[in-house]
C-alpha cells in the first residue's frame, strides 16, 4: 500500500548539531550522571516522535479504509466455520448411527453436469417435433423450453425421493424393471422415427402416421427423464439424513474454502498497510538515532576525554512505534471431511494469537 508524500522530519542540519553538541560538552551539558538526554538531544527526539505520529495518524486511516470490508469477511468465515463445526459433528455421529460412510456412485458435480447436458438435447428435440405438428414459432420455444426444464428436473426430484425414502430392495426393483424398459421403448421409437423421417422425406407430410408419432417422442422424452433420474438416484445416499448432512458438509466447505481466499487477500493488503507504515517510521527513527550520533560525538569531543555522560547509552525509542500493529494471521481452518481439526471458528490474530482485527488501536 502506498503512502501519501510526508514531509521530512524537520532536523536541524549536521553543521548545527556539531555546533551545538561541542558548546554543550564544554558547558558539561548533560551531566555526567544524568540518565535523561539534554535540551538539545530531546529536540532532536521530539522531531523524530513527531514524525513517526503522523505516521501513525496516516497508517490508522488508510487500515480504517480496509477494515469494512475486512470485518465484514471475518464474520462471514467465523459463522461458517462455527456452522461447519456443528455439521461435521452431526455428520460423524449419523454415521456411527448407520455404521458406514455415505455410498455415492455418481459424484455431485457429474450428477448435475448430465442433467444439465439433457436439458439441452431435450430442447432441439421438442422444436423439432412442434414444429412438424404446425405449432406457432413462438408456441414452440415456450413449450419447447417447459418440457427440456421440467422433465430432466422433475427426474432428479424422483431420483432422490425414491433413493432416500423407499427401501432399498423396493428401489432397486424399481430400477431394475424401469431402465431396460425405458430403453427398449426409447429404441424402438428411434427406430420408427428414422423410418417416418425418410417417409415424410419423400412424401412431405405426415399422413396417417402422425398418431405414432406421438408416441414415438413420448417414450423419447421417457428415456431423458428416466436418464435424469438414474443419475440422480446414484448420486445419493440411501440415507435421507446421512445425504444431507453430506451436501452440506461439502458446501459448507467450499464456501469455506472462498471465504478463506478472500479473507486471506484482505488480510495481506492489511500486512501491507502496516508493514508500510512501519517501515516510514523505523526509517525516521534510524535518521534520529544518526543525527543523535553526531550529537555525542561532537559532545564528547569537546569534554576531553571525560566519562560520557549515563544517557549516552541508551539509543532512542519511539513510544508510537512500540504499539506499532502486529501483522495479522489468517485463523486457523476447522476440520473438513479430508483434514483433521486445526482449530475452531476465529478472528484474525496477531503473532502472540490474540485477537486483533481494528484500528481501536489508534
Known amino acids: ?18 555546533k551545538t553538541g561541542h558548546e554543550d560538552g564544554l558547558a558539561g551539558l548533560p551531566a555526567g550522571s544524568s540518565y535523561e538526554p539534554g535540551p538539545f538531544e530531546r529536540s532532536i527526539i521530539a522531531a523524530g516522535e513527531s514524525k513517526i505520529s503522523e505516521i501513525y495518524a496516516q497508517t490508522a486511516q488508510e487500515l480504517y ?3 469494512g470490508r475486512s470485518s465484514n469477511l471475518s464474520n462471514a468465515y467465523e459463522s461458517n466455520q462455527y456452522r461447519l463445526k456443528d455439521v461435521l459433528v452431526r455428520y460423524k455421529n449419523r454415521k456411527e448411527v448407520v455404521g458406514r460412510d455415505v455410498v455415492i456412485p455418481v459424484p455431485y458435480f457429474v450428477h448435475w453436469l448430465v442433467v444439465i447436458m439433457l436439458a439441452i438435447g431435450e430442447f432441439p428435440l421438442n422444436v423439432v417435433v412442434f414444429r412438424m405438428f ?41 430400477m431394475i424393471f424401469l431402465a431396460p424398459v425405458t430403453v427398449l421403448g426409447a429404441l424402438t421409437a428411434l427406430s420408427f422415427i428414422r423410418n417416418m423421417y425418410v ?3 419423400t412424401e412431405h407430410r405426415l399422413g396417417d402416421s402422425s398418431g ?7 417414450a423419447i422424452n421417457l428415456l431423458i427423464f428416466m436418464g435424469a433420474y438414474m443419475v440422480s438416484f446414484f448420486a445419493h445416499d440411501q440415507d435421507s439424513e446421512l445425504d444431507a448432512l453430506h451436501v452440506a458438509v461439502v458446501r459448507l466447505d467450499k464456501k469455506r474454502t472462498k471465504l478463506r481466499e478472500k479473507l486471506s487477500q484482505a488480510i495481506s493488503k492489511t500486512n501491507a498497510v502496516i508493514r508500510a507504515g512501519r517501515g516510514e517510521a523505523e526509517r525516521v527513527l534510524s535518521e534520529t538515532a544518526a543525527k543523535i550520533a553526531i550529537y555525542r560525538q561532537a559532545n564528547m569531543a569537546s569534554r576531553g576525554g571525560t566519562v560520557a555522560p549515563s544517557s549516552f547509552s541508551r539509543n ?8 506499532w500493529w502486529p501483522d495479522l494471521k489468517i485463523p ?30 489508534a
Open 1 to 18: 500500500m502506498r503512502h501519501k508524500t510526508l514531509s521530512k522530519p524537520v532536523f536541524p542540519d549536521d553543521d548545527l548539531i556539531r
Open 65 to 67: 479504509r480496509h477494515e
Open 134 to 174: 404446425g405449432e406457432p414459432e413462438l408456441m414452440t420455444y415456450v413449450m419447447s423450453m417447459t418440457l427440456s426444464l421440467t422433465l430432466p428436473l422433475i427426474g432428479v426430484f424422483l431420483g432422490l425421493q425414491i433413493r432416500t425414502l423407499v427401501p432399498p430392495k423396493i428401489a432397486t426393483a424399481v
Open 199 to 201: 417417409t415424410l422425406h
Open 212 to 218: 405414432n408419432m406421438v408416441y414415438a417422442m413420448f
Open 316 to 323: 532512542p525509542e519511539s513510544p508510537t512505534l512500540k504499539r
Open 332 to 361: 486457523d481452518a476447522a476440520e473438513s471431511m479430508a483434514t483433521p481439526n486445526t482449530g475452531g471458528g476465529s478472528k484474525p490474530t496477531d503473532g502472540q494469537g490474540r485477537t486483533l482485527f481494528s484500528t481501536g488501536r
